[in-house]
């Protein structure tokens, strides 16, 4: 609950205040409908109270608390018990940089990342020679971040003597940049070129920024010849980063390409349920089932609608069960937002056709994939907020005019053939 709170606040006040006023609050639990939080000094209490309690309530009142309430205990820091939900990590983790709840014990595997994972514990086994690089690319929330920081924890307890580095690559841009301008190049070279394990994370940001690619370029040629291990994520497969230099590409193709899809349901109610235990919290499978219902494609957004439906119970002092979950979810995601997945609808009508969903969203033109991929197009026109490029975008790229006149095609044959009426409300209720 109270990271949830947090979050909020975070997004409305300076990072200064923050650190200096909501850092060390912690949450003493819920009485009867009533959050209490521990601050370190009355001090602290005074001024929070002055200064803050209307967005503490306003957070709360986001969460669906129907009485938004909370009362500031003074509790000096050392009597503070944990967080009930969360221990955070702290903020400055020591080197490497790698969160310790990302471990293999706490990914739960499905068809959708199995192969990846698989690819992950080969090279935590033997990094550097299984496969180099290693590239892992999937949507947002889906499990890439904590993958690679499993390999880290991995590698750093199985092998002591190596140097494990986790870097995103915003912040190698950033220090980059910081070490031209200070003129500390030698020291930035050194720092990356000498560990035995590189994690960096996201590295489709590098797309346009050619100092970075330039640098990068030659870190990855010197781990890469000197058999040190190398692993990239990324939301999109190396042939789709737009202008990436050749060079990277081909050298982000020499290993293995791995991806994560979207979890599908029984993986969804598993990771709910590993969650659910984790934080000591007993919650019925229907309701863990209702939940992995409403939120489909981000693993993140599944575990903070978790967070939230047990928030909204603790907070309105009412046992857990379906229909709780039910109003708890529908308060906070707007009807909207609790859309289908446009993975998902490729999937399906893949599915239907018996076709692979990269069939659908490849290049062929084959006969036997036009209609299909005509109506899957059409299908996320209508069930998903995505503009026409956008759909473009997620059918490989193809122009906005294309897709125009595939949804046009479907709606005539709508209007005049019956079959493809049926077939059309068959997929949908299986969709929505
Ligand atoms: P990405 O980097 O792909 O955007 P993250 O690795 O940050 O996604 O994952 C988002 C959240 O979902 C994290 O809290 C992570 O622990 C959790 N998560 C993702 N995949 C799994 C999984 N297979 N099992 C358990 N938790 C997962
Ligand atoms: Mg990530």
């Known amino acids: 609950v109270w990271q949830h709170i947090l979050e909020h606040i975070r997004r409305n006040i300076t990072e200064v205040e ?7 609050i912690r949450p003493l639990g819920v009485q009867e409908g009533v959050l209490e939080l521990a601050v370190p000094t009355s001090f602290a209490l005074d001024w929070i109270r002055r200064h ?3 967005l503490i309530q306003e957070a709360l009142g986001l969460l669906g608390a129907q009485a938004p309430r909370f009362e500031l205990k003074v ?8 967080d009930i939900f969360h221990a955070a990590p702290p903020l400055d983790a020591p080197q490497p940089r790698l969160n310790p709840k990302y471990t293999f014990e706490n990914f739960v595997v499905g068809p959708n990342n199995s192969m990846a994972h698989a690819a992950a514990v080969a090279v935590a086994e033997s990094p550097g020679r299984a496969y180099n690089p290693l590239f892992i690319y999937g949507g947002v929330g889906l499990g890439k971040t904590h993958l690679m920081h499993a390999v880290g924890h991995s590698v750093a307890k199985r092998f002591p003597h190596l140097k494990v580095e986790y870097v995103s690559t915003e912040t190698f841009t950033n220090e980059l940049i910081n070490a031209i301008r200070e003129d500390r190049m030698s020291e930035f070279r050194e720092r990356y070129r000498s560990v035995d394990l590189l994690l960096v994370d996201d590295i489709q940001f590098i797309a346009g920024k050619e100092r970075t690619q330039e640098e990068f370029f030659h870190t990855f040629n010197a781990l890469y010849e000197a058999h040190k291990q190398i692993i990239l994520s990324s939301d999109r497969p190396p042939k789709d980063i737009l202008t990436l230099e050749a060079r990277l590409r081909s050298r982000f193709e020499w290993g293995l390409i791995t991806d994560i899809q979207p979890p599908d349901l029984e993986t969804r109610i598993a990771i709910l349920k590993m969650n659910a235990e984790q934080r000591g919290l007993r919650i019925g499978e229907e309701v863990l089932e209702y939940i992995a219902r409403q939120v489909t494609s981000n693993i993140r957004e599944l575990e903070g609608a978790l967070m939230r439906t047990v928030a909204y119970a603790s907070l309105n002092g009412v046992e857990l069960n379906r229909v709780v979950a039910a109003k708890a979810l529908s308060e906070i995601f ?28 490849g290049g062929g033109r084959r006969k036997e994939v036009v209609l299909p991929r005509q109506v899957a ?24 005019t294309t897709v125009l006149y595939a949804i046009q095609k479907v709606q005539e044959l709508a209007e005049s053939d019956r079959e ?13």
């Open 52 to 54: 803050y309690a209307e």
């Open 18 to 24: 923050f650190h200096t006023w909501f850092e060390r």
């Open 334 to 361: 707007s009807p909207r937002e609790v859309e289908v997945d446009p993975q998902e609808i490729v999937r399906k009508v893949a599915e239907h056709f018996a076709l692979r969903p990269e069939d659908l969203v």
């Open 420 to 432: 493809v009426q049926s077939l059309l409300r068959a997929l949908k209720e299986r969709l929505v």
């Open 75 to 82: 509790v000096p820091s050392t009597a503070v018990q944990e």
């Open 377 to 400: 197009m059409f299908l996320v026109r209508e069930l998903t907020r995505s503009s026409l490029p956008e759909i473009g975008q997620l059918f490989g790229g193809r122009d906005h």
